[in-house]
């Protein structure tokens, strides 16, 4: 064998490989991950609850290793996580770490099923008043491109704005009284 030969040989067989594993990679819907805050408004120093969700679009095809990371911006202290189920045994195991005093935490989930969704529910404070836009990192896997990363935000007041008692009462009758008027001029 000459070497041209060779040479048009290790292309040939090059082109092939990355012509397969084009394929392969492009089979596989990338992962899909959401972020929310609830409440999304909150007083100066209030909790909220963040939720965020990695689903698998593949109606059949696993993905393994569901990776993202989230870091708080300014104004976002993260306090402990509440609960979820990416990382636990529901998605073959994984890997959580969460770390309050640099406000980041992240995820790896070892096999996230066809059609499965996992969530990570954190709690959070409001610190600075305004409103504060959290995005996470794409979510990866080994089977598919990067997802999209996915954003969420969580407004802080100076303070909520509630009716006492008192407050509904008067609103109360001055709607009757309102509801009266109307009936009388009809």
Same mark, same amino acid.
């Given at each position: ?20 594993? !084009? ?15 609830? %409440? ?14 990695? &689903? ?43 770390? %309050? ?6 995820? &790896?989930?070892?096999?996230? !099923?066809?059609?499965?969704?996992? =969530? ?6 409001? =610190? ?11 979510? &990866?896997?080994?089977? !598919? !491109? %990067? ?14 704005? &509630? ?24």
């Amino acid at each position: 064998m000459n070497q041209r030969s060779s040479s048009l040989s290790i292309v040939t067989a090059v082109l092939i490989s990355a012509s397969v594993s !084009a394929t392969a990679f492009a089979q596989a819907a990338s992962p899909v991950i959401t972020k929310s805050f609830t %409440p999304a408004l909150v007083a100066l120093n209030g909790n909220s609850i963040g939720t965020i969700t990695v &689903t698998n679009p593949n109606a059949a095809l696993p993905l393994t290793n569901v990776q993202f990371s989230d870091v708080m911006p300014a104004g976002i202290d993260l306090i402990t996580q509440t609960g979820g189920t990416c990382s636990t045994l529901a998605t073959g195991g994984g890997i959580f770490s969460i770390n %309050p005093g640099t406000d980041t935490f992240s995820s &790896t989930s070892n096999v996230l !099923a066809g059609g499965q969704s996992c =969530t990570i529910t954190i709690s959070v404070r409001g =610190t600075i008043l305004g409103a504060h836009i959290n995005t996470t990192s794409q979510v &990866t896997s080994s089977e !598919a !491109a %990067p997802g999209a990363a996915a954003s969420g935000t969580l407004t802080v007041v100076n303070d909520l704005p &509630t009716l006492s008692g008192w407050m509904l009462i008067t609103l109360a009758a001055a709607l009757a009284v309102t509801a009266a008027i109307r009936l009388r001029i009809s």
